[in-house]
Structures are given as structure tokens and as C-alpha cells.
């Protein structure tokens, strides 16, 4: 009998870890030091310049953008940042390129066996814009790669580029690329606000590549779980891995606003970092979708950016605009301006059981918000 491929894991070799590594530390700087010195510069230079030609300092970031426009460390900064995101993509693409076989290998292998948890794709199903035609975090092929595309290429680049990103924006919780590090600690968040929850279905909207969602079944192993995301690519890859895994997780094809499950079928439902790669109208009626989605006194718990414009510096907020505009984030100011807490009575959260608040998270911290269904 054939040598079975192994379990299939992310592991860069030594040179390829290298490579990542001073990527990490070249965004990390980017995102650190070079921002501090950019919000030296608008403090003794660009905001006082901005005040002598217009009686007064910039009152939102399109007005901060302007003040920045012209200032070479503000265009260094840009370039700079552009260029390692092309960096990442790079870097992990070796890696990915290389392990790349091992995973369809095990997927294929897995194929011939009993499935624990279902997969359920659509391929009639329309994507929304913007994201429909937006590289997300530029990430090569987007979301979604080709038409049609069945590769585990698309969910691999992203778990591996997801650590490397996330711990340059100073928000990384634990855990190397491929464990569910933030999983567990939206579960952690959970039981410490809902001592009480004890789910026996669960919903991850927008679960990308599933990694995070293993985090659900491992705090709820009796339960019930799903995954949804737009993306065929992703959901395979999630299905493949949580099988791979042994364990029992569902995925489906599907948009968050209409999932195709039934009335008051989950206990919980979750996302994270979902909403930021969203759109305007989508928020709500992704809101309206949870809401009908959850049993009496089930709980929706959102994890996202924290980078409301109250609570950032004039700076940060032309930085992260920079971002929408250049670096494959165009719903990331638009979702940091919308009220969650409005978005959620709206959709029929009773107002008492709403909240909105803030975790910290490694050396910053995640926007919480959420709901509970009334009983």
C-alpha cells in the first residue's frame, strides 16, 4: 500500500521563514516608529501650516490628507508601505507554492473518505460589490481567483499571510499562522460577557479560510458549526482543513445577508473582521440576517478594526485612509464611521442588550459589538 501524504501543515523552511520574518519587521516599523514620526511631523509642522493658510485645524481626514499631500516623509511612508505589501504577497508565495501540492494531495485523499462535516458550494451565486472586483488586502486573485477555481491556493495564501499582517498592526493574540489564535480569544471575550452561553449551534459569517472557526468547535465540541463565506476557494480550503483536523465543521457558499438557513436556527453567531470588508447597504442587512437567524436569547458577537475616527489621532485616521485608497481595504473608513450600535437596534436588537466597547488585544486592541436576542 502507497505511503499516505501526512497531515497537511504550514511550515516555512528556515529561508522562507526568514523572509517572512523581515517582512513582519519592515511592517511592523512601518506601522510603528515611521507613524509615530509622521505624527511628529503633522504635530510641529503640517497641522500648523494647515492652520496659517486656513484659520483653523483640519476637521476630518479628506482635510488631514491634504495636509499630508505634499510632505515627503507622509510619500515615503506610502511607498514604503505599498511596497511591502507586494513583500508579503512575495514571500509567502514560496511557501505557498511549495506546500501547495501537499494540500490538494490531502484533500484528494480525504475526498475518498466519509466526511465529518459538509461542504456546500453555489455556483450561482452573485457576489456583491465592491468586493466582487477588489483584491482585498491586494492579495493576488483576490478572494476569489478564477471563475470557477477549486484550488486550496487562494485560502493558503490567506492563513499565510494573516499572523504576519496582523501582528504588524500591532492586534496579533497568540498562536502561529494556522492556529485559530484569535479564535480563542473571541471565545475567551464570549465567556467572559456570557458566562452563561452554552451553544449548540454556532454560525462564523464571513469565516475566510476557516481557521478561527476550528476555535468554536474546540470551546463547543458537542456543538453544531457552520462557516459561510462568499468565496468557493476559501470555504474548500476551510472544509479540507477542519477535515483534515478531525473534526466536524460545516461550510456553505453563501452571502451574509442571505444565508439560505433557517429562522432562530443558532444559538451564536460570530464574525471577525468581517464588517470592514463589507459594504455600506450590506451592513444592515447583515445585521437583519443575524438578527432572524438567532434563537430567543441567542447571542451575536462581531470582532473588528478598532479605528473609529473618536478614538484616533488625526494622523492615523489620514494613514488608514491612505489604506482604502491604495492598499485593497475600500470599506475600511466607511465601516470605522458607521454606528454598530444604531446598525444593530435597527435590525431589531432591543437597545438594552446591545453593546459596543473595546478589547485589548496583544499591543492593541479589537471593536467588539453585538447583541443579544430578546428571550
Given at each position: 500500500m502507497p505511503d499516505q501524504p501526512l497531515k497537511a501543515t504550514y511550515q516555512p523552511n528556515h529561508d522562507e521563514a526568514a523572509r517572512q520574518a523581515f517582512v513582519g519587521a519592515l511592517k511592523t516599523h512601518l506601522n510603528g516608529p515611521l507613524e509615530a514620526r509622521l505624527a511628529r511631523r503633522f504635530e510641529e509642522d503640517l497641522e500648523p501650516a494647515f492652520v496659517a493658510k486656513h484659520g483653523r485645524p483640519p476637521a476630518n481626514r479628506e482635510e488631514g490628507t491634504e495636509a499630508?499631500?505634499?510632505?515627503?516623509?507622509?510619500?515615503?511612508?506610502?511607498?514604503?508601505?505599498?511596497?511591502?505589501?507586494?513583500?508579503m504577497w512575495e514571500t509567502v508565495d514560496e511557501t505557498c507554492s511549495r506546500l501547495l501540492p501537499e494540500f490538494e494531495a490531502r484533500r484528494q485523499l480525504l475526498a475518498e473518505q466519509d466526511a465529518l462535516g459538509r461542504l456546500e458550494l453555489n455556483e450561482d451565486l452573485v457576489l456583491p460589490?465592491?468586493?466582487?472586483?477588489?483584491?482585498?488586502?491586494?492579495?493576488?486573485?483576490?478572494?476569489?481567483?478564477?471563475?470557477?477555481?477549486?484550488?486550496?491556493?487562494?485560502?493558503?495564501?490567506?492563513?499565510?499571510?494573516?499572523?504576519?499582517?496582523?501582528?504588524?498592526?500591532?492586534?496579533?493574540?497568540?498562536?502561529?499562522?494556522?492556529?485559530?489564535?484569535?479564535?480563542?480569544?473571541?471565545?475567551?471575550?464570549?465567556?467572559?460577557r456570557f458566562p452563561d452561553a452554552a451553544p449548540r449551534s454556532i454560525l462564523d459569517l464571513g469565516?475566510?479560510?476557516?481557521?478561527?472557526?476550528?476555535?468554536?468547535?474546540?470551546?463547543?465540541?458537542?456543538?453544531?458549526?457552520?462557516?459561510?463565506?462568499?468565496?468557493?476557494?476559501?470555504?474548500?480550503?476551510?472544509?479540507?482543513?477542519?477535515e483534515d483536523q478531525g473534526l466536524a465543521i460545516n461550510y456553505r457558499q453563501a452571502d451574509a445577508r442571505h444565508t439560505g438557513f433557517a429562522d432562530g436556527q443558532f444559538d451564536l453567531i460570530v464574525s471577525h473582521i468581517l464588517f470592514h470588508e463589507t459594504w455600506h447597504d450590506i451592513v444592515p442587512a447583515i445585521m437583519q440576517e443575524a438578527h432572524r437567524l438567532l434563537a430567543p436569547g441567542g447571542i451575536f458577537l462581531n470582532a473588528d478594526t478598532p479605528f473609529q475616527p473618536d478614538r484616533i489621532s488625526m494622523p492615523r485616521q489620514v494613514t488608514n485612509h491612505w489604506q482604502v485608497v491604495n492598499n485593497g481595504e475600500p470599506f475600511w473608513t466607511g465601516y470605522a464611521d458607521t454606528d454598530m450600535r444604531e446598525a444593530?437596534?435597527?435590525?431589531?436588537?432591543?437597545a438594552e442588550q446591545v453593546f459596543t466597547d473595546y478589547?485589548?488585544?496583544?499591543?492593541?486592541?479589537?471593536?467588539?459589538?453585538?447583541g443579544r436576542k430578546a428571550s
Open positions: 499630508f499631500a505634499d510632505d515627503h516623509l507622509f510619500q515615503l511612508w506610502g511607498s514604503a508601505v505599498y511596497a511591502s505589501q507586494d513583500l460589490e465592491p468586493i466582487a472586483h477588489v483584491e482585498i488586502h491586494r492579495q493576488p486573485g483576490g478572494y476569489f481567483g478564477q471563475p470557477g477555481e477549486s484550488s486550496l491556493r487562494q485560502g493558503l495564501d490567506y492563513l499565510s499571510s494573516g499572523e504576519i499582517y496582523m501582528a504588524a498592526k500591532g492586534i496579533a493574540v497568540g498562536g502561529k499562522a494556522g492556529e485559530p489564535g484569535r479564535g480563542r480569544f473571541i471565545v475567551d471575550v464570549l465567556k467572559r469565516c475566510g479560510a476557516g481557521i478561527q472557526t476550528i476555535a468554536f468547535k474546540e470551546a463547543f465540541p458537542d456543538a453544531e458549526v457552520w462557516g459561510v463565506d462568499l468565496s468557493a476557494p476559501f470555504v474548500t480550503f476551510a472544509h479540507t482543513w477542519a444593530l437596534i435597527q435590525a431589531g436588537f432591543a478589547e485589548p488585544a496583544g499591543g492593541g486592541e479589537f471593536y467588539f459589538f453585538g
